[in-house]
């Protein structure tokens, strides 16, 4: 019986035909109450009330079928929101958000900046601790302090090691993670972020002052000595990096002013992720003297470093390396054990810190190793107190020599930053403006070079454990300051004996992970472009250092975005047969191109670098279809084209003027209003004729046919003003012939079958359905529109039934060539010419009309027998009967 239901169900007979039996009613009402519990559960994602990953995965058709009306926004709220969206576009204008203040500056209140705020306001939105801080409630409070503590904990170690890789004093990674923060957590917008010394940064501010030093400055040391000058001239070298902060500060804050925060985007995530991995590897083998046991001379190069490594391998020290070796396993199984197990999760930002404190209580309470290990293989002193006033230290004579530095720092550590705070701020829903971030950054710096800091900017993991330990606010940062400041006042001298394999042991397990082989690996999968530029970053960062590495990769990702640009796509457009849909041949592999009208869609705004080359494009293709398919018209599909400039438009009115003593017509089709407003300034539109502008692609093709039909009829003595030829009286209705379209594009599941008829044909739908079935294949949708002339458009989504998914090529080369003969059975024509009145065919339809009635005869019988098992099965089980009776929906 339930075969029998389901099967007339698929066939679609009313379900009173084939009633189910008790127990499928109850298993019905039980998924009645299971599918209103998934469409609540959909309602509560639609209106924000449950888990993410189930809206993505929502289906649509699994929603009940009631009518879904488009509505309309009231006009106030319209009114309203058209001019916050026309303010937003003038603020990203700043050009003309300049000279509309200007022009509105004499005598008028009008808030040009849209935001509708007073004075306070104002100030809280440069200051955010202002509003904030009034705010803040007991549990956000508490939030913070854990997160403060937490992070300022983790900070301690890192800071120390941080500093050791730009070259500096152990101290002055101290002073970097509180000053500077504190400085962000007034100023910043990011709850979370965590901002001081990071790996990167500091790398770039070894790699850019190394050899800086004047003979005036550092007279001690010179090209032939082994010791760089950050360990001659500790103090000297410390200056060029709080003036490297100084100059950082003041780009980050004029980039706020002048809004240049997009010039990070030069910066691709390619560039940026083979810089980072290269990075990553240089930093790592700088460290390993510390766990080999031995010295090597800091450099840039990898190829220095392993082979000064290699010459010195022998002098390897067995015990550091053990240990050393034995810390990184910790502080690896310690990441890897508090992502597993959430009740340790507070392990892993404590692994710095417990791996410090037992490498310090080894040291103290084992005296034998400590004089084994020698005082250069621990810390030793760390001056406690105050942090120093720096800012007599800057010398402005020495700016030129550390701007290179200060502009690299400030592009990658804006970069990292704004990466981190906007991932940051979608996940907790807050807004994060670029140019206020470049502002804190920059006041962070700023203010930091006076306190003897160097660059600082928002750490990765630093923030990722802000975030985890329940910072709610940016008093998190502002605590994570208070702890490194006491820590530099009470607790330095605990640091005495805290071995430098600890600290290396700490860099290398941080920065392992960055080493990014995989996103090489996906790169190549996705575009080859993108693998090359990682390629050239991570290879240029190895090899040719630091700076001049990540150099060349953006000049290497300039000259692909100019390539781009003064090559833009030009994608030729055909028709997919039996619609009005013109798409890119390389989209749709059975289209059909209109005789003597060649389409072209243009992929990017024209200007003078590459209108020029549209121009050859087209002209090339043109020549090439002399022969096959002459061109008489060219439709111009304008959708990329977001703006041209001056060279464009000369190039335009001389690919119009070219064409047009060839006697070939150009019609250009959806331009924007950019383009329109430069079109009519330049003339364009009165030199071309408004008559060739149109909406669609389909508008232009059909203008062109008739155009070319009151071409035909006119004749030659027109030919002076072809262009301008009314075609409105002379030309008849366009109409098109039986024609049959596939498109694997239209719908993510199904293939679209679109078949035209000339005439009405009262069998094609049985004819096409019957063909579908023959080939086993199903029709999930159909449609059937009028067209003008007495036809009709079909369209079908179909499926294969084996694979329940797009039809295979194979199959779509079986339709093209079935499908136009059931289309000719059915309309009793030659397919492509139109249909002659044919007498109406009685005997066929007396036949069908016995069929109907021979089948609902048996339709009849079978439901008889139905209700005969029915009762007989209530005569054996009077129990089932009842339950059916009052389970009956």
Sequence with gaps: LAQASLKGRTLGFPSFIFPAPASSCRRHKQCERRRDIMQQVACNQLFGESDNSFGRNLSVGALPEVPVEISTLPDVS????????????????????????????????????????????????????????PNMSLSSLQGDIIAGC?????????????????????????????????????????????????????????????????????????????????????????????????????????ASVLRLGFLVSFLGHPVISGFTSGAAIIIGLSQ???????????????????????????????????????????????????????????????????????????????????????KKNYVGDIPSGLIPFSLFDWKMSAIPRVLPTAISATLIGYMESIAIGKNLAAKHGYKLEAGQELLALGAANLVGAMFSCYPVTGSFSRSAVNNQTGAMTQLSGIITAFVMF????????????????????????????????????????????????????????????????????????????ISESVRPQISILWRIPGTTIYRSMKQESSGTFVPNVFIVRIGSSMYFANAAYVKDVLLAFISDLENINKTEYVVLEMTGVVSIDSTAAHVIHDIVHDFRHKGIQVAFAMVGNRVDKTMRKAGL??????????????????????????????????????????????????????????????HHDCTAVFVSLAAEAPMAMSEVTATFKRNGISVVRAAVEPLAGGGAKHTYFVQGVKTESKLQEWEVMRLKEELPEAIARAAKVVVGRSPDPLPVDLSR????????????????ALRRDLEKQSSRINELFPSAAEAAVVDQP
């Design 845 to 860: 339809v007396q036949t069908l009309e016995e069929s109907l009635e021979a089948e609902r005869e048996a339709i009849a």
């Design 288 to 374: 390993l003297k510390y766990i080999l046991g031995f010295e090597i001379a800091k450099s840039q190069f990898v190829y220095d470093t392993i082979g000064m490594m290699l010459e010195k391998i022998g002098k390897t020290n067995g015990l550091t390396l053990l240990l050393g070796f034995l810390w990184i396993f910790y502080l690896l199984a310690n990441r890897s054990i508090s992502r597993r197990f959430k009740r340790l999760s507070k392990l892993g930002p404590l692994g710095p810190l417990i791996s410090c404190s037992a490498g310090i209580l080894l040291l103290w309470l084992v005296v034998p190793l400590r004089e084994e290990l020698g």
């Design 685 to 746: 539109k009165n030199f071309v004729g408004e008559q060739w502008f149109f909406h669609t692609v389909n508008e232009a093709v059909l203008y062109c046919v008739r155009h070319q039909r009151a071409k035909q009829e006119k004749g030659e003595q027109c030919a002076h003003a072809i262009a301008d030829l009314e075609v409105g009286e002379t030309a008849q209705t366009v109409l098109t012939g039986n024609e049959v379209g596939f498109s694997n594009q239209l």
């Design 486 to 561: 006491c820590t530099m006042m009470f607790l330095t001298p605990i640091f005495y004996y805290l071995p430098k394999f600890v600290l290396a042991a700490i860099v290398i397990s941080s920065v392992m992970p960055l080493v990014a082989y995989g996103e090489a690996i996906k790169l190549w999968r996705v575009k080859r472009n993108d693998f090359l530029l990682w390629v050239v970053a991570f290879l240029g960062t190895l090899f040719l250092g630091v700076l001049m590495g990540i150099l060349v990769a953006v000049g290497l990702s300039l000259l692909i975005v």
């Design 78 to 133: 319209a009114t309203h929101a058209e001019k916050i969206l026309h303010q937003r576009m003038l603020k990203n204008n700043p050009v003309r958000l300049a000279g509309q203040k200007l022009v509105c500056a004499e005598g008028s209140t009008a808030d040009i900046d849209g935001d509708g705020v007073g004075v306070v306001e104002m100030v809280s939105k440069f200051v955010p601790i202002l509003g904030w801080l």
């Design 150 to 254: 937490t992070v300022g904990v983790m900070a301690i170690p890192q800071s120390m090691s941080y500093a050791n890789i730009a070259g500096l004093q152990y101290v002055y990674g101290m002073y970097s993670a509180c000053i500077p923060t504190l400085i962000y957590g007034i100023f910043g917008q990011s709850r979370q972020l965590a901002v001081g010394p990071v790996a990167m940064v500091s790398l770039l501010v070894e790699a850019g002052l190394r050899g800086q030093l004047t003979q005036e400055e550092c007279p001690a040391w010179d090209e032939n000595s082994v010791k760089a000058q950050s360990e001659v001239c500790p103090f000297e070298y410390a200056k060029l990096a709080f003036l490297t902060s100084a100059v950082v500060g003041v780009l980050q804050i004029l």
